[in-house]
């Protein structure tokens, strides 16, 4: 049984289109999170939800948008996709302070 | 804002040889702190949790430390092996359920 799945895994689209992510986890956590990991590696906190609530939203462009229907759902819709938005992008989920588990990442590459 | 340091970058051992992974944070209000692996195009895999009241935590091979005042934890890898070889990621979970990154540490064992 996945705790944090994500769909798709792989994701390649052209500038300018608009895609979503979507990421349910099944351990009855109250907080879900969005990150982003850079060419470089580097994991960096997009937002996260607390029980539907949207608690984090770092700086991001408006063109990600998160989306909530219940708490064991966290999608993200991305709006006119560019170059630069090509990452991995994880969902994660805990029961603070309990461990955070990671989805296994959906790669997106713009072209 | 927390700031999360792990040296070195990168590290190669032969195998049999113990591993030393630094990680430093800069704001010592934390609320715990969690070691992950990562495999070269996976997703995060947990570790070590370590809350805030204690000092280490324990699992097979892996012994992690944490010092809160002065902003360390410490991971040990006893008698590694070429499955050991991944990047090791900290990351300190905060009161604002936010979960901060460091940049990672690459590990090489060697066979």
């Known amino acids: 049984d996945t705790a944090v799945s994500q769909t798709p895994k792989y994701l390649v689209t052209q500038m300018g289109n608009d895609k979503s992510i979507k990421c349910e986890q099944n351990?009855?956590?109250?907080?879900m999170y969005w990150y982003k990991q850079d060419s470089k590696k580097f994991l960096k906190i997009m937002f996260s939800?607390?029980?539907?609530?949207?608690?984090i939203n770092e700086t991001v462009p408006n063109r990600f948008s998160p989306k909530s229907p219940d708490k064991a759902h966290l999608n993200l819709h991305i709006n006119s996709l560019e170059l630069g938005d090509s990452a991995v992008y994880f969902c994660a989920s805990t029961d603070q302070p309990g461990e955070a588990f990671f989805g296994q990442g959906t790669r997106l590459t713009v072209v | 804002k927390q700031e999360v340091t792990q040296i070195p970058a990168a590290l190669s051992v032969p195998e049999g040889e113990n591993l030393v992974l630094n990680c430093s944070f800069t704001d010592s209000a934390i609320y715990n702190l969690q070691w992950f692996r990562q495999d070269p195009g996976k997703g995060l895999t947990s570790l070590l949790l370590?809350?805030?009241?204690?000092r280490e935590q324990t699992s097979g091979r892996l012994n992690a430390s944490l010092d809160k005042s002065s902003g360390r934890s410490t991971l040990y890898i006893a008698a590694s092996q070429p499955g050991d070889s991944a990047t090791y990621l900290c990351?300190?979970?905060?009161?604002?359920?936010?979960?901060?990154f460091g940049a990672g540490t690459t590990v090489t064992v060697r066979a």
């Open positions: 370590i809350q805030s009241s204690q």
């Open positions: 990351a300190v979970g905060s009161n604002d359920y936010k979960l901060s």
């Open positions: 939800y607390n029980n539907k609530e949207l608690i």
């Open positions: 351990l009855g956590h109250d907080t």
